[in-house]
């Protein structure tokens, strides 16, 4: 793993991790990085530290670790286990949430209160950060083979996900039918995110070749 600048200039490289890593998060003042990988770990890096190791490895999981995301004194975490779990940094606590079914991607929502997990069965379900209770469940997208993003608009009144048929799904956060859809590619959708302060998004897909249609 390597930090560069914005030139693309190499400034820190990091080793530890047997495979791939599928999420990267800073704290709030830069100086610690998490990282969710494939080998079914969490790891913490200190920035500030000449070190080329973790500072920290934690093995609570099943299986591949989707998603760690820092907020505050908490870093949340998805598994392709079918779990949620969320450390609190200063009570060196942790909270499982059993979700069900593998989780691929999470996004927080905007007020910081609620999780839409995206699972492989065609399913985000949206769930109560305080008592994991299941808010609801959209199911108009398709995601059963490979990671689809989603994400919350800048007051949480919508809920965006990719989809494996090319289409961006738009979801009222208060019902579970889409409010609409966007047919503009014609693969995978595999990652969206809103703007932070417009009613605007982007959407990337996924390609693999010879054979993008199938990705």
Not at 111 to 128: E, F, G, M, T, V
Not at 185 to 214: A, G, N
Request: with cysteine.
């Amino acid at each position: 793993m390597c930090i560069r600048d914005r030139t693309g200039k190499v400034l820190r490289k990091f080793t530890g991790h047997s495979a791939k890593i599928n999420s990267i998060s800073f704290n709030y003042d830069c100086n610690v990085l998490a990282t969710g990988s494939y080998d079914a770990t969490l790891r913490f890096w200190d920035l500030r530290s000449n070190s080329f190791n973790s500072i920290q490895v934690v093995k609570d999981f099943k299986d591949s670790v989707s998603k760690a995301l820092i907020v505050g004194e908490h870093i949340i975490c998805s598994c392709m286990d079918g779990t949620m779990k969320t450390f609190d940094i200063r009570k060196f606590e942790v909270v499982t949430d059993q979700v069900g079914s593998p989780i691929s991607y999470f996004a927080l929502s905007k007020d910081k209160k609620c999780i839409a997990a995206s699972c492989l069965d065609n399913k985000i379900k949206l769930q109560d950060r305080n008592n994991a209770e299941i808010l609801s469940e959209y199911t108009d997208h398709i995601s059963k083979s490979y990671t689809v993003g989603c994400d919350f608009s800048w007051d949480d009144s919508y809920l965006i996900t990719g989809s494996e048929d090319g289409q961006v799904y738009a979801y009222d956060t208060l019902k579970k039918n889409a409010a609409f859809k966007l047919n503009n590619h014609s693969m995978t959708v595999s990652h969206v995110e809103f703007s932070p302060k417009r009613d605007s998004f982007v959407s990337c897909l996924l390609y693999t070749s010879p054979s993008p249609r199938d990705s």
